[in-house]
């Protein structure tokens, strides 16, 4: 929050690009569809508050970048017409399956290569908001439909966005060591 606050008064005649990553919204994102963290009398003061160094930015903004359509969507339209979608991209010719990696992780007995099935969720941090709970649910459904595949989880255990990771503080401690 705040990453430009000040910049349009240090430098009032210069252009100024925004990045505009998730506007948070009470519907239509990653708020009331877990029935594990439902909305409460709080949720909607708490996302407007969430929003305030998003809404301080726009105001700085000369324009806006937003990585995907769908993030610009979130934004009040008001805004639209500031932000422009530029995808950060992905090289297609360099980022390529490889049919001879191989995966070894000596601690877990874990030894992977192409070809083999594999459930994978990989996120910065195994928290609530990256929707890491719901990965674990699943995972009983998965395996009872592909008992050869293997699961791997990479991810941290820290918070990233949204609340602490209790009650699931438990699934990051068990993923991290199985």
């Known amino acids: ?22 506007f948070y919204r009470l519907h239509g994102a990653d708020v009331g569809f877990d029935p594990a963290d439902p909305i409460t009398p709080d949720t909607a003061p708490r996302l407007r508050t969430k929003n305030l160094g998003n809404l301080l930015a726009l105001d700085t903004a000369t324009v806006g970048q937003c990585a995907t359509q769908w993030q610009k969507s979130g934004y009040p339209k008001r805004y639209h017409p500031i932000l422009h979608v530029i995808h950060e991209g992905i090289d297609t010719q360099a980022v390529v399956p490889d049919p001879n990696a191989r995966l070894s992780i000596p601690d877990c007995g874990v030894e992977l290569a192409a070809g083999d099935e594999v459930v994978s969720y990989v996120a910065r941090n195994l928290e609530p908001y990256r ?10 459904a998965i395996l009872a439909r592909r008992p050869k595949a293997r699961v791997v989880i990479v991810g941290g255990d820290e918070v990233s966005y949204g ?16």
């Open 163 to 178: 609340p602490d990771c209790q009650p699931y503080g438990a699934f990051a401690r068990i993923a991290s060591t199985n």
């Open 131 to 140: 929707g890491f709970p719901i990965f674990v649910r699943s995972l009983p």
């Open 1 to 22: 929050m705040g990453r430009n606050l000040v910049l349009r008064d240090i430098f009032p005649q210069t252009p100024l690009v925004g990045y505009f990553e998730f």
